[in-house]
Protein backbone atom coordinates (compact mmCIF):
# COMPACT_ATOMS: atom_id res chain seq x y z
CA UNK A 1 0.00 0.00 0.00
CA UNK A 2 1.77 3.42 -1.02
CA UNK A 3 -0.70 5.87 0.76
CA UNK A 4 2.18 7.23 2.67
CA UNK A 5 3.66 7.83 -0.63
CA UNK A 6 0.65 9.25 -2.84
CA UNK A 7 -2.16 11.20 -1.70
CA UNK A 8 -4.36 10.41 0.66
CA UNK A 9 -7.46 9.34 -1.61
CA UNK A 10 -4.95 7.24 -3.76
CA UNK A 11 -6.80 3.94 -2.54
CA UNK A 12 -9.97 5.67 -4.48
CA UNK A 13 -8.06 7.04 -7.34
CA UNK A 14 -5.94 3.22 -8.18
CA UNK A 15 -9.65 1.67 -7.42
CA UNK A 16 -10.73 4.24 -10.22
CA UNK A 17 -7.88 3.98 -12.58
CA UNK A 18 -7.83 -0.08 -12.81
CA UNK A 19 -11.89 0.29 -13.56
CA UNK A 20 -11.60 2.21 -16.38
CA UNK A 21 -8.78 0.46 -17.21
CA UNK A 22 -11.27 -2.65 -17.21
CA UNK A 23 -14.13 -0.41 -18.78
CA UNK A 24 -12.68 0.77 -22.02
CA UNK A 25 -9.36 -0.76 -22.18
CA UNK A 26 -5.50 1.03 -22.04
CA UNK A 27 -5.99 3.00 -25.10
CA UNK A 28 -8.77 4.77 -24.08
CA UNK A 29 -7.88 5.08 -20.37
CA UNK A 30 -8.00 8.35 -19.31
CA UNK A 31 -6.61 10.43 -16.30
CA UNK A 32 -9.77 13.23 -16.92
CA UNK A 33 -12.11 10.14 -16.35
CA UNK A 34 -10.17 9.05 -13.23
CA UNK A 35 -9.50 12.27 -11.70
CA UNK A 36 -13.84 12.27 -12.28
CA UNK A 37 -14.48 9.32 -10.57
CA UNK A 38 -11.92 9.37 -7.85
CA UNK A 39 -13.13 12.72 -7.07
CA UNK A 40 -9.81 14.26 -6.98
CA UNK A 41 -8.54 17.00 -8.98
CA UNK A 42 -6.59 15.92 -12.26
CA UNK A 43 -3.30 18.57 -11.33
CA UNK A 44 -3.48 16.25 -7.87
CA UNK A 45 -3.13 13.43 -9.97
CA UNK A 46 -0.42 14.69 -12.13
CA UNK A 47 1.77 16.01 -9.53
CA UNK A 48 1.84 12.38 -8.21
CA UNK A 49 2.07 10.77 -11.08
CA UNK A 50 3.43 12.48 -14.24
CA UNK A 51 2.04 10.03 -16.66
CA UNK A 52 -0.91 7.47 -17.80
CA UNK A 53 1.68 4.97 -17.28
CA UNK A 54 3.44 5.74 -14.06
CA UNK A 55 -0.41 5.87 -12.66
CA UNK A 56 -1.42 2.52 -13.74
CA UNK A 57 2.00 1.22 -12.78
CA UNK A 58 1.04 2.58 -8.95
CA UNK A 59 -2.05 1.13 -9.37
CA UNK A 60 -1.09 -2.19 -10.13
CA UNK A 61 1.76 -2.43 -7.52
CA UNK A 62 -0.15 -0.85 -4.70
CA UNK A 63 -3.90 -0.85 -4.71
CA UNK A 64 -5.23 -3.10 -2.27
CA UNK A 65 -6.94 -5.39 -4.70
CA UNK A 66 -3.56 -6.55 -6.18
CA UNK A 67 -1.95 -6.82 -2.49
CA UNK A 68 -0.36 -10.20 -2.08
CA UNK A 69 0.19 -10.65 1.64
CA UNK A 70 3.21 -12.71 1.80
CA UNK A 71 2.78 -16.16 2.95
CA UNK A 72 4.18 -17.65 6.28
CA UNK A 73 3.21 -21.37 6.29
CA UNK A 74 5.73 -22.56 7.90
CA UNK A 75 6.50 -24.62 4.72
CA UNK A 76 8.19 -24.27 1.31
CA UNK A 77 5.32 -26.23 0.02
CA UNK A 78 2.73 -24.36 2.03
CA UNK A 79 3.83 -20.81 0.99
CA UNK A 80 4.14 -21.39 -2.77
CA UNK A 81 0.58 -22.88 -2.47
CA UNK A 82 -0.67 -19.84 -0.69
CA UNK A 83 1.06 -17.76 -3.26
CA UNK A 84 -0.28 -19.70 -6.22
CA UNK A 85 -3.54 -19.41 -5.38
CA UNK A 86 -3.51 -15.81 -4.99
CA UNK A 87 -2.36 -15.39 -8.99
CA UNK A 88 -5.42 -18.06 -9.77
CA UNK A 89 -7.61 -15.62 -7.67
CA UNK A 90 -5.92 -12.51 -9.49
CA UNK A 91 -6.63 -14.06 -12.86
CA UNK A 92 -10.07 -15.28 -12.83
CA UNK A 93 -11.73 -13.20 -10.01
CA UNK A 94 -14.03 -10.37 -11.22
CA UNK A 95 -12.65 -7.56 -9.77
CA UNK A 96 -9.16 -8.38 -11.16
CA UNK A 97 -8.68 -10.26 -14.25
CA UNK A 98 -10.58 -7.53 -16.38
CA UNK A 99 -7.17 -5.17 -15.42
CA UNK A 100 -4.89 -7.60 -16.17
CA UNK A 101 -5.70 -8.84 -19.29
CA UNK A 102 -6.71 -5.10 -20.55
CA UNK A 103 -2.86 -4.45 -19.30
CA UNK A 104 -1.68 -7.45 -21.36
CA UNK A 105 -3.73 -7.18 -24.31
CA UNK A 106 -2.09 -3.63 -24.73
CA UNK A 107 1.27 -4.65 -24.07
CA UNK A 108 2.13 -6.27 -27.15
CA UNK A 109 1.45 -3.20 -29.09
CA UNK A 110 2.23 -0.43 -26.38
CA UNK A 111 6.00 -0.85 -25.35
CA UNK A 112 6.08 1.59 -22.70
CA UNK A 113 3.52 -1.17 -20.78
CA UNK A 114 6.05 -3.44 -20.74
CA UNK A 115 7.93 -1.07 -18.14
CA UNK A 116 4.80 -1.26 -16.25
CA UNK A 117 5.05 -4.85 -16.08
CA UNK A 118 8.53 -4.93 -15.20
CA UNK A 119 8.05 -3.04 -12.48
CA UNK A 120 4.82 -5.18 -11.57
CA UNK A 121 6.89 -8.37 -11.79
CA UNK A 122 9.93 -6.94 -9.87
CA UNK A 123 7.43 -5.76 -7.15
CA UNK A 124 6.35 -8.66 -6.71
CA UNK A 125 9.48 -11.04 -6.67
CA UNK A 126 10.94 -8.52 -4.03
CA UNK A 127 7.93 -9.57 -1.79
CA UNK A 128 8.10 -12.79 -2.29
CA UNK A 129 12.20 -13.21 -1.12
CA UNK A 130 11.29 -14.01 2.20
CA UNK A 131 9.34 -17.01 1.08
CA UNK A 132 13.22 -18.22 -0.47
CA UNK A 133 15.57 -17.35 2.21
CA UNK A 134 13.06 -18.84 4.67
CA UNK A 135 12.95 -21.79 2.66
CA UNK A 136 16.68 -22.01 2.04
CA UNK A 137 17.23 -21.06 6.46
CA UNK A 138 15.31 -24.39 6.86
CA UNK A 139 17.07 -26.28 4.31
CA UNK A 140 13.87 -27.17 2.10
CA UNK A 141 15.62 -25.36 -0.67
CA UNK A 142 17.91 -26.96 -3.45
CA UNK A 143 21.68 -25.47 -3.97
CA UNK A 144 21.63 -23.66 -6.83
CA UNK A 145 18.01 -23.03 -7.42
CA UNK A 146 17.13 -19.70 -8.42
CA UNK A 147 14.01 -18.57 -6.77
CA UNK A 148 13.48 -16.22 -10.22
CA UNK A 149 13.40 -19.36 -12.29
CA UNK A 150 10.98 -21.47 -9.99
CA UNK A 151 8.55 -18.36 -9.69
CA UNK A 152 8.77 -18.08 -13.67
CA UNK A 153 7.86 -21.76 -13.41
CA UNK A 154 4.92 -21.90 -10.95
CA UNK A 155 3.62 -18.28 -12.58
CA UNK A 156 4.06 -19.50 -15.44
CA UNK A 157 2.52 -22.48 -15.56
CA UNK A 158 -0.65 -20.53 -14.32
CA UNK A 159 -0.86 -17.67 -16.41
CA UNK A 160 -0.16 -20.01 -19.26
CA UNK A 161 -3.29 -22.62 -17.71
CA UNK A 162 -5.59 -20.14 -18.07
CA UNK A 163 -4.89 -17.59 -20.90
CA UNK A 164 -3.11 -19.95 -23.11
CA UNK A 165 -4.37 -23.15 -22.76
CA UNK A 166 -8.16 -22.06 -21.58
CA UNK A 167 -7.89 -24.52 -19.43
CA UNK A 168 -9.42 -24.86 -16.19
CA UNK A 169 -6.89 -24.32 -12.87
CA UNK A 170 -8.37 -25.85 -9.38
CA UNK A 171 -7.15 -26.55 -6.50
CA UNK A 172 -5.64 -29.51 -7.96
CA UNK A 173 -4.14 -28.12 -10.83
CA UNK A 174 -1.92 -25.98 -7.84
CA UNK A 175 -1.31 -28.39 -5.88
CA UNK A 176 0.60 -30.93 -8.83
CA UNK A 177 1.84 -27.51 -10.11
CA UNK A 178 3.83 -26.87 -6.92
CA UNK A 179 4.39 -30.79 -5.92
CA UNK A 180 5.98 -30.88 -9.61
CA UNK A 181 8.28 -27.96 -9.22
CA UNK A 182 9.33 -28.93 -5.62
CA UNK A 183 9.61 -32.69 -6.09
CA UNK A 184 10.72 -32.70 -10.01
CA UNK A 185 9.54 -34.34 -13.14
CA UNK A 186 11.93 -36.81 -13.12
CA UNK B 1 2.20 -29.57 -42.78
CA UNK B 2 -1.76 -30.26 -43.60
CA UNK B 3 -0.97 -29.82 -47.52
CA UNK B 4 -3.20 -33.08 -48.02
CA UNK B 5 -6.08 -31.57 -46.15
CA UNK B 6 -6.03 -28.30 -48.03
CA UNK B 7 -5.67 -26.63 -50.96
CA UNK B 8 -2.25 -27.00 -53.22
CA UNK B 9 -0.66 -23.54 -52.55
CA UNK B 10 -1.64 -24.10 -48.43
CA UNK B 11 1.66 -23.08 -47.34
CA UNK B 12 1.43 -20.07 -49.30
CA UNK B 13 -2.24 -18.87 -47.94
CA UNK B 14 -0.75 -19.59 -44.39
CA UNK B 15 2.47 -17.52 -44.91
CA UNK B 16 0.34 -14.83 -46.33
CA UNK B 17 -2.25 -15.16 -42.96
CA UNK B 18 0.50 -14.76 -40.50
CA UNK B 19 2.08 -11.72 -42.23
CA UNK B 20 -0.92 -10.00 -42.38
CA UNK B 21 -1.76 -10.61 -39.27
CA UNK B 22 1.47 -9.51 -38.11
CA UNK B 23 1.44 -6.49 -39.78
CA UNK B 24 -2.59 -5.09 -39.16
CA UNK B 25 -3.12 -7.11 -35.90
CA UNK B 26 -5.99 -9.64 -36.03
CA UNK B 27 -9.48 -7.05 -36.28
CA UNK B 28 -8.04 -6.18 -39.60
CA UNK B 29 -6.94 -9.51 -40.97
CA UNK B 30 -9.05 -9.82 -43.87
CA UNK B 31 -9.69 -12.92 -45.84
CA UNK B 32 -9.44 -10.51 -49.23
CA UNK B 33 -6.10 -9.17 -48.44
CA UNK B 34 -5.21 -12.96 -47.40
CA UNK B 35 -6.52 -13.97 -51.19
CA UNK B 36 -4.65 -11.49 -52.74
CA UNK B 37 -1.10 -11.79 -50.79
CA UNK B 38 -1.22 -15.59 -52.03
CA UNK B 39 -2.49 -15.34 -55.19
CA UNK B 40 -5.63 -17.67 -54.37
CA UNK B 41 -9.05 -16.49 -55.52
CA UNK B 42 -11.22 -15.79 -52.01
CA UNK B 43 -13.46 -18.78 -52.82
CA UNK B 44 -11.17 -21.57 -52.64
CA UNK B 45 -10.19 -19.85 -49.40
CA UNK B 46 -13.77 -20.36 -47.77
CA UNK B 47 -14.17 -23.83 -49.33
CA UNK B 48 -11.29 -24.73 -47.02
CA UNK B 49 -11.79 -22.47 -44.12
CA UNK B 50 -15.41 -21.41 -43.56
CA UNK B 51 -14.28 -18.36 -41.29
CA UNK B 52 -11.39 -15.68 -40.71
CA UNK B 53 -10.74 -18.02 -37.13
CA UNK B 54 -10.92 -21.49 -38.60
CA UNK B 55 -7.84 -19.91 -41.21
CA UNK B 56 -6.05 -18.65 -39.07
CA UNK B 57 -6.26 -21.88 -36.78
CA UNK B 58 -5.43 -23.85 -38.80
CA UNK B 59 -1.98 -21.46 -40.27
CA UNK B 60 -0.75 -21.45 -36.58
CA UNK B 61 -1.34 -25.21 -36.47
CA UNK B 62 -0.02 -26.25 -39.94
CA UNK B 63 2.04 -23.47 -41.23
CA UNK B 64 5.98 -24.86 -41.89
CA UNK B 65 6.91 -21.80 -39.70
CA UNK B 66 5.79 -22.86 -36.73
CA UNK B 67 6.32 -26.48 -36.56
CA UNK B 68 7.95 -28.34 -34.01
CA UNK B 69 10.20 -31.44 -35.06
CA UNK B 70 9.79 -33.40 -32.20
CA UNK B 71 12.92 -34.35 -31.22
CA UNK B 72 14.48 -37.33 -30.11
CA UNK B 73 17.49 -37.47 -28.27
CA UNK B 74 17.49 -39.83 -26.40
CA UNK B 75 16.59 -38.29 -22.69
CA UNK B 76 13.94 -37.13 -21.56
CA UNK B 77 16.59 -33.57 -20.62
CA UNK B 78 17.70 -33.54 -24.13
CA UNK B 79 14.03 -33.41 -25.66
CA UNK B 80 13.07 -30.74 -23.12
CA UNK B 81 15.57 -28.77 -24.01
CA UNK B 82 14.81 -28.88 -27.60
CA UNK B 83 11.27 -28.16 -27.46
CA UNK B 84 12.33 -25.23 -24.46
CA UNK B 85 14.32 -23.84 -27.58
CA UNK B 86 11.95 -24.37 -30.39
CA UNK B 87 9.46 -22.27 -27.99
CA UNK B 88 11.95 -19.39 -27.49
CA UNK B 89 12.34 -19.35 -31.23
CA UNK B 90 8.82 -19.12 -31.71
CA UNK B 91 8.68 -15.81 -29.06
CA UNK B 92 11.53 -13.88 -30.28
CA UNK B 93 11.70 -14.78 -33.65
CA UNK B 94 11.17 -12.09 -36.31
CA UNK B 95 9.24 -13.83 -38.73
CA UNK B 96 6.90 -15.55 -36.31
CA UNK B 97 6.46 -13.63 -32.75
CA UNK B 98 4.88 -10.70 -34.32
CA UNK B 99 2.35 -13.25 -35.63
CA UNK B 100 2.14 -14.89 -31.67
CA UNK B 101 1.71 -11.54 -30.24
CA UNK B 102 -1.02 -10.32 -32.59
CA UNK B 103 -2.63 -13.82 -31.18
CA UNK B 104 -2.18 -13.01 -27.97
CA UNK B 105 -3.23 -9.62 -28.27
CA UNK B 106 -6.50 -10.05 -29.47
CA UNK B 107 -7.58 -12.99 -27.68
CA UNK B 108 -8.82 -11.19 -24.29
CA UNK B 109 -11.33 -9.20 -26.07
CA UNK B 110 -11.93 -12.01 -29.04
CA UNK B 111 -13.80 -15.07 -26.96
CA UNK B 112 -13.71 -16.73 -30.50
CA UNK B 113 -9.81 -16.42 -30.69
CA UNK B 114 -9.22 -18.83 -27.27
CA UNK B 115 -10.87 -21.53 -29.01
CA UNK B 116 -8.10 -20.84 -31.57
CA UNK B 117 -4.93 -20.79 -29.35
CA UNK B 118 -6.92 -24.26 -27.02
CA UNK B 119 -6.80 -25.79 -30.68
CA UNK B 120 -3.03 -24.53 -31.03
CA UNK B 121 -2.15 -25.52 -27.87
CA UNK B 122 -3.99 -29.52 -27.85
CA UNK B 123 -2.04 -30.30 -31.21
CA UNK B 124 1.15 -29.60 -29.91
CA UNK B 125 0.51 -31.45 -26.55
CA UNK B 126 -1.02 -34.01 -28.65
CA UNK B 127 2.37 -34.08 -30.52
CA UNK B 128 4.76 -33.84 -27.91
CA UNK B 129 2.68 -37.04 -26.56
CA UNK B 130 6.02 -39.51 -27.71
CA UNK B 131 8.30 -37.82 -25.82
CA UNK B 132 6.74 -38.45 -22.29
CA UNK B 133 6.08 -42.00 -23.60
CA UNK B 134 9.71 -42.81 -24.36
CA UNK B 135 10.46 -40.62 -21.35
CA UNK B 136 8.22 -43.34 -18.84
CA UNK B 137 9.46 -46.20 -20.80
CA UNK B 138 13.04 -45.20 -19.99
CA UNK B 139 11.96 -45.04 -16.47
CA UNK B 140 12.37 -40.91 -16.58
CA UNK B 141 9.56 -39.29 -15.64
CA UNK B 142 8.16 -39.91 -12.02
CA UNK B 143 5.14 -42.06 -11.56
CA UNK B 144 1.96 -39.85 -10.91
CA UNK B 145 3.30 -36.75 -13.28
CA UNK B 146 0.97 -35.38 -15.40
CA UNK B 147 3.11 -34.41 -18.62
CA UNK B 148 0.57 -31.57 -19.43
CA UNK B 149 1.13 -29.95 -15.94
CA UNK B 150 4.68 -30.44 -17.07
CA UNK B 151 4.68 -28.86 -20.52
CA UNK B 152 2.36 -25.91 -18.06
CA UNK B 153 5.40 -25.48 -15.73
CA UNK B 154 8.15 -25.34 -18.86
CA UNK B 155 6.41 -23.75 -21.75
CA UNK B 156 4.65 -21.28 -19.28
CA UNK B 157 7.87 -20.22 -17.73
CA UNK B 158 9.21 -19.17 -20.90
CA UNK B 159 6.34 -17.24 -21.68
CA UNK B 160 6.10 -15.79 -18.45
CA UNK B 161 9.80 -14.42 -18.59
CA UNK B 162 9.55 -13.10 -22.05
CA UNK B 163 5.65 -11.82 -22.11
CA UNK B 164 5.85 -10.55 -18.87
CA UNK B 165 8.59 -10.27 -16.77
CA UNK B 166 10.06 -9.15 -19.86
CA UNK B 167 13.73 -10.76 -18.70
CA UNK B 168 16.19 -12.78 -21.07
CA UNK B 169 15.71 -16.39 -21.90
CA UNK B 170 19.38 -17.08 -23.11
CA UNK B 171 19.77 -20.87 -23.23
CA UNK B 172 21.33 -20.88 -19.99
CA UNK B 173 17.82 -19.51 -18.59
CA UNK B 174 16.39 -22.89 -20.64
CA UNK B 175 18.85 -25.10 -19.04
CA UNK B 176 17.62 -23.86 -15.40
CA UNK B 177 13.76 -24.24 -16.40
CA UNK B 178 14.56 -27.78 -17.62
CA UNK B 179 16.93 -28.60 -14.73
CA UNK B 180 14.57 -27.13 -11.66
CA UNK B 181 11.28 -28.89 -13.75
CA UNK B 182 13.24 -32.29 -13.55
CA UNK B 183 15.67 -32.22 -10.82
CA UNK B 184 13.02 -30.16 -8.50
CA UNK B 185 13.89 -27.32 -6.19
CA UNK B 186 13.51 -28.97 -2.79
Do not use: C
Not at 73 to 94: F, K, P, Q
Not at 101 to 109: C, E, K, N, Q, V
Not at 164 to 184: H, I, M, N, S, Y
Amino acid sequence: MSTQNGPRKAEAIFAATLELLAEHGYDRLAIEAVAARSGVNKTTLYRWWPSKDALLAAALRDSGLFALDVPDTGSLRGDLLAVAAHILRLLTSERTSPAVIATLAAGPHRPELGEVARSFFADRMAREQPIFERAAARGELRDGVDPVVLMDLLAGAIWFRILLRGGEADPKFLEEAVDTVLGGAA
